[in-house]
């Protein structure tokens, strides 16, 4: 059982440059989630997903975007990389009804 | 909206002594309350909740939070510490009803235990 996979670990982006965080998760989970975490401001919600097809925005959501097309995967999308999305990215995912998230080992992101 | 306050940054104890992790909340309604631990380079791991019924939950690690309503705190505890608990704390924070399904979260405290 892998739980929240998240791929890449490590990305070094030049600003304007795009990419894609991808998260993926066997547990058919309907929520998903993703988080960015920076010194001092814990994590912030940038977009989430309450099933496929369905999204919304969380606290942070400009400069990114999100597409839920199935249950298993839930991918973040820069498409203009900037200098302040450098940071460390999580993607979580719970069971609807359920109270606890299970996090990804996180996507640490440069943007130069 | 809701929000949370860990007020320490950072928090020092020696192994062996209790220790404590302070939490503050803000919410309409009534909370749901979390605790979640990071170790290096990983990602977060769930500790314990409070959802209703006895303040008083127990975690893992032998961990324990103390659900406080007119204080709106939710501080972690532990009896004896570990080097080993030494790790970034987070506090978090959803609303019972209305708050759809944002869980906010307080900018950790990192536990530093030492011998």
Same mark, same amino acid.
């Given at each position: 059982n892998?739980?929240?996979?998240?791929?890449?670990?490590?990305?070094?982006?030049?600003?304007?440059?795009s990419?894609?965080?991808?998260?993926?998760?066997?547990?058919n989970h309907?929520?998903?989630?993703?988080?960015?975490?920076?010194?001092?401001?814990?994590?912030?919600?940038?977009?989430?997903?309450?099933g496929?097809?369905?999204?919304?925005?969380?606290?942070?959501?400009?400069?990114?975007?999100?597409s839920?097309?199935?249950?298993?995967?839930?991918?973040?999308?820069?498409?203009?990389?900037?200098?302040?999305?450098?940071?460390?990215?999580?993607?979580?995912?719970?069971?609807a009804?359920?109270?606890?998230?299970?996090?990804?080992a996180?996507?640490?992101?440069? $943007?130069? | 909206?809701?929000? $949370?306050?860990?007020?320490?940054?950072q928090?020092n104890?020696?192994?062996g002594?209790? &220790?404590?992790?302070?939490?503050?909340?803000?919410?309409?309604?009534?909370?749901?309350?979390?605790?979640? $631990?990071?170790?290096p380079?990983?990602?977060?791991?769930f500790?314990?909740?409070?959802i209703?019924?006895?303040?008083?939950?127990?975690?893992?690690?032998?961990?324990?939070a103390?659900?406080n309503?007119?204080?709106t705190?939710?501080h972690?505890?532990?009896?004896?510490?570990?080097?080993?608990?030494?790790? &970034?704390?987070?506090c978090?924070?959803?609303?019972?009803?209305?708050?759809?399904?944002k869980l906010t979260?307080?900018?950790?405290?990192?536990?530093? $235990?030492? &011998?």
């Open positions: 892998a739980g929240v996979t998240q791929t890449p670990k490590f990305q070094v982006l030049k600003t304007g440059q990419m894609t965080l991808q998260c993926a998760q066997d547990m309907e929520y998903m989630s993703w988080y960015r975490q920076d010194p001092g401001m814990g994590l912030r919600l940038i977009h989430y997903s309450v496929a097809g369905i999204t919304d925005q969380g606290e942070v959501p400009n400069g990114y975007n999100v839920r097309s199935t249950t298993e995967d839930f991918p973040l999308r820069l498409l203009s990389a900037a200098p302040s999305q450098t940071s460390v990215y999580f993607c979580a995912s719970r069971a009804g359920a109270n606890v998230l299970t996090f990804g996180g996507s640490r992101l440069t $943007v130069l | 909206a809701q929000s $949370v306050a860990q007020p320490e940054d928090v104890v020696a192994e002594n209790p &220790l404590t992790v302070k939490c503050t909340y803000s919410v309409s309604g009534n909370p749901y309350l979390f605790w979640y $631990v990071q170790y380079n990983r990602g977060l791991q500790l314990l909740k409070y209703t019924g006895d303040n008083l939950v127990k975690g893992s690690y032998g961990f324990e103390e659900f309503k007119s204080q705190s939710f972690l505890k532990k009896p004896s510490a570990l080097v080993s608990d030494s790790a &970034l704390y987070f978090a924070v959803r609303a019972f009803t209305g708050g759809g399904n979260f307080g900018t950790g405290t990192q536990l530093k $235990v030492e &011998l």
